[in-house]
């Protein structure tokens, strides 16, 4: 059985913002056909600012508590802000995960990205550079 920090657990049991945003600005879906893993992520995004983000997870319980944590990591914060945010980031955030679990950060990092490209798609905003995609696993 795998030990996973009580932050883990926290988050998994009582996960936070999970749903569905409906008319959501943006939409990333994501997904790790290994583990089976599927992510959605939606946002709310006003005056360039993540007002409301919500996720729908299916997975294991890494999975759900790094997508409840992505998302209170990005809510208020600029779209630019939130694209900082590195899959180590969430992974600190919950005092660390199993590293054959690190996957699941990852994702989480995905499935934000995914959904700010979305948002800036549907804009007509210039969409995310490759300089700041690489070099953040």
């Not at 992510?39 to 997975?59: A, L, N, P, S």
């Not at 700010?116 to 969409?127: A, N, S, V």
């Amino acid at each position: 059985m795998l030990e996973y920090s009580e932050k883990v657990m926290q988050e998994f049991l009582n996960p936070q913002n999970m749903g569905k945003i409906d008319g959501a600005d943006g939409i990333g879906k994501v997904g790790n056909p290994v583990c089976g893993d599927v992510m959605w992520i939606y946002i709310k995004v006003e005056d360039d600012r993540i007002v409301d983000v919500k996720f729908q997870t299916f997975g294991c319980v890494a999975a759900i508590a790094t997508s409840s944590k992505v998302t209170q990591l990005v809510k208020g914060k600029t779209v630019e802000e939130a694209l900082k945010i590195t899959n180590k980031a969430v992974a600190e955030a919950l005092d660390g995960l199993p590293p054959i679990k690190m996957h699941c950060s990852l994702l989480a990092e995905e499935g934000i990205k995914a959904a700010i490209e979305d948002y800036m798609k549907r804009h007509g905003k210039k969409g995310i550079g490759n300089h700041e995609k690489q070099g953040q696993n």
